[in-house]
């Protein structure tokens, strides 16, 4: 009597046993669906749309029409996404059936080198070069000038791991200055860029007015804040009653002053 309990309890066992396979094989077989993606943007900055990343996975071979389930690599498709330039994160998963996801955040461009002897490139909001996207120039404020600062022997390869080159560089004021800008509602729609010169520092460049901001140097965030803060003194206190067109520079290098001169 125990051994034929034993049998019918092996029987049933493999049986089950045979049934998950069966149903496992099945569940590979299936047909994907195209993935549902969740695209999230940083301030408003496209740099990626979902029809540009799947045309991404498309032209690599990671996805086509009727692959199968066995055959969509999740972990590769991931491990892709997360490599691309415009990407800050991603997580690509299946669902029990047909289904898939991928949710990706794009980066936040907050400012754009610009220099005669070297490409182009974008600082990011966490302090990171990244490339120009070649699928979107989003308008970001431009920082012009750093020729002076760097040579056909120092571009963005050389820049991207090396912090002490970042600094020398002043990729680092660059950053203090873009990141305020773009956390200021006002001064992200009034500076529309930076100039770098030897005697003057930074300069900023305001879309209304025909002054220049004589800003200096920007060596921490305290400094940067201050001069803001004196920047917006001299706009709410003077210009109500000079007008946007009274003034030819605006100096804010000096500490707890401002220094303006007015045109001829």
Same mark, same amino acid.
């Given at each position: 009597m125990k051994l034929l309990k034993i049998i019918i309890l092996s029987i049933i066992f493999a049986g089950t046993v045979f049934l998950l396979v069966a149903a496992d094989r099945k569940l590979n077989q299936q047909v994907m669906e195209q993935p549902i993606i969740d695209l999230k943007v940083q301030d408003g900055i496209s740099l990626l749309t979902e029809a540009e990343l799947l045309r991404e996975? %498309? +032209?690599? /071979?990671? =996805?086509?029409d009727g692959i199968k389930k066995i055959d969509l690599q999740t972990t590769a498709i991931e491990k892709y996404i997360e490599g691309m330039n415009e990407v800050l994160s991603a997580d690509? %998963?299946? $669902?029990? /059936? +047909? /289904?898939?996801?991928?949710d990706l955040t794009t980066r936040r461009p907050v400012a754009r080198v610009m220099a005669n002897e070297i490409d182009d490139f974008y600082i990011d909001n966490n302090y990171e070069l990244m490339r120009l996207s070649p699928y979107s120039k989003p308008k970001i404020l431009a920082f012009t000038g750093l020729e002076q600062l760097m040579s056909d022997e120092v571009g963005y390869d050389e820049l991207i791991n090396n912090d002490s080159l970042k600094t !020398?560089? !002043?990729? *680092?004021q660059i950053y203090r200055i873009s990141a305020y800008v773009c956390n200021d509602a006002f001064y992200n729609a009034q500076i529309v860029q930076v100039h770098y010169t @030897?005697? *003057? @520092? =930074?300069?900023?460049i305001p879309r209304v007015g025909n002054h220049r901001i004589i800003f200096g140097a920007a060596e921490s965030e305290e400094m940067v804040k201050d001069k803001f803060e !004196?920047? +917006?003194t001299f706009y709410d206190e003077v210009i109500p009653y000079e007008g946007w067109s009274? %003034? $030819?520079s605006i100096n804010l290098k000096f500490k707890d002053q401002i220094v303006a001169k007015k045109n001829k």
């Open positions: 996975l %498309y +032209t690599l /071979g990671l =996805f086509r690509v %998963y299946m $669902e029990l /059936g +047909t /289904g898939w996801h991928i !020398k560089l !002043k990729m *680092d @030897q005697s *003057d @520092q =930074f300069v900023l !004196k920047l +917006t009274r %003034y $030819e």
